[in-house]
T-cell receptor, first 114, second 112 residues
Framework: DAGVIQSPRHEVTEMGQEVTLRCKPI?????LFWYRQTMMRGLELLIYFNNNVPIDDSGMPEDRFSAKMPNASFSTLKIQPSEPRDSAVYFC????????????FGNGTRLTVT | TQLLEQSPQFLSIQEGENLTVYCNSS?????LQWYRQEPGEGPVLLVTVVTGGEVKKLKRLTFQFGDARKDSSLHITAAQPGDTGLYLC????????????FGDGTTLTVKP
């Protein structure tokens, strides 16, 4: 089991550029979550999918953020255009279908927008 | 909106000391998880508690779920430098099926 795989590990970009973060969940997991972590706000849920369908995107901060899950093994989180306040660590996590199943996190993408 | 409050926010102790961190909510959890996160990594699950009053032990770590399922505690006996990290509780609520709400975490530093 390779775990949840995120890429890239680090991303440095200039304000206004498009950023795409990628995630491969654990095979067989039905849920996929995108979180953002900052010192000020802690771990925030941005959006989650069940069986590739977005269920709740109320945590997505603005229209600049979008997420897709074209198939069960791949998801992207896109920020366009990026702003310095988007700088954070972005985590992808997946979990099984059973209620209360724990989350398995990737190692995150550290995004710095200058 | 269900909120989880963790305390203390920061804790710095000497190796060998005992400590307890807390996770509280005004709402009833359907289940609760504790995670530990080390720098540069994602949170890793330590335990899941489901039943009110439940106590689970993981080596020197003892997890307790409140009888009313609104609070939980994590007690570490004889802390070691390897216990250093961010401890997060995450609650599942009946009205938010499928997603967990995270507390802000307790940053623990154990000095040798």
């Amino acid at each position: 089991d390779a775990g949840v795989i995120q890429s890239p590990r680090h991303e440095v970009t200039e304000m206004g550029q498009e950023v795409t973060l990628r995630c491969k969940p654990i095979s067989g997991h039905d849920y996929l979550f995108w979180y953002r972590q900052t010192m000020m706000r802690g771990l925030e849920l941005l959006i989650y999918f069940n069986n590739n369908v977005p269920i709740d995107d109320s945590g997505m901060p603005e229209d600049r953020f979008s997420a897709k899950m074209p198939n069960a093994s791949f998801s992207t989180l896109k920020i366009q255009p990026s702003e310095p306040r988007d700088s954070a660590v972005y985590f992808c996590a997946s979990s099984g279908n059973r209620a209360g199943s724990p989350l398995h996190f990737g190692n995150g993408t550290r995004l710095t927008v200058t | 909106t269900q909120l989880l409050e963790q305390s203390p926010q920061f804790l710095s102790i000497q190796e060998g000391e005992n400590l307890t961190v807390y996770c509280n909510s005004s709402s009833v959890f359907s289940s609760l998880q504790w995670y530990r996160q080390e720098p540069g990594e994602g949170p890793v699950l330590l335990v899941t508690v489901v039943t009110g009053g439940e106590v689970k032990k993981l080596k020197r770590l003892t997890f307790q779920f409140g009888d009313a399922r609104k609070d939980s505690s994590l007690h570490i006996t004889a802390a070691q430098p390897g216990d250093t990290g961010l401890y997060l509780c995450a609650g599942d609520f009946w009205t938010n099926a499928g997603k967990s709400t995270f507390g802000d975490g307790t940053t623990l530093t154990v000095k040798p």
